[in-house]
C-alpha cells in the first residue's frame, strides 16, 4: 500500500494494481476515495467508509490543494 502522501493526520494511498480512472484513498478514521478529476475536471468524492463528514471534506480540501502532486504520482505508478 504506497502512501504517497501525509498530511494532517491523514494518509493519502494510490494502490499500484488498481484501476482508472485516476484516484487516490484518503485514510484518518475511516477511507474516502476521491476522483482525482471528476465531472467538472476537479476532485470529487467517489465513496466514503466509516469517514465521517468532516473527514470527508478534509480529505478532499487536501486532494484539491495537492492534485496535481497526485495525479504525477498517479502516472508514474501507473504508467
Do not use: Q
Not at 14 to 27: E, G, L, N
Not at 36 to 43: C, S, Y
Request: hydrophobic share 40%.
Amino acid at each position: 500500500m504506497p502512501t504517497v502522501l501525509r498530511e494532517g493526520g491523514s494518509r493519502v494511498v494510490i494502490y499500484a494494481d488498481d484501476h482508472s480512472p485516476p484516484h487516490a484513498h484518503v485514510f484518518g478514521d475511516g477511507e474516502t476515495k476521491i476522483a482525482l478529476a471528476g465531472i467538472d475536471g476537479a476532485p470529487e468524492v467517489a465513496r466514503v467508509v466509516g469517514a465521517k463528514l468532516p473527514e470527508s471534506r478534509r480529505a478532499l480540501e487536501i486532494v484539491r490543494e495537492k492534485r496535481s502532486y497526485l495525479l504525477e504520482r498517479w502516472n508514474e505508478i501507473h504508467g
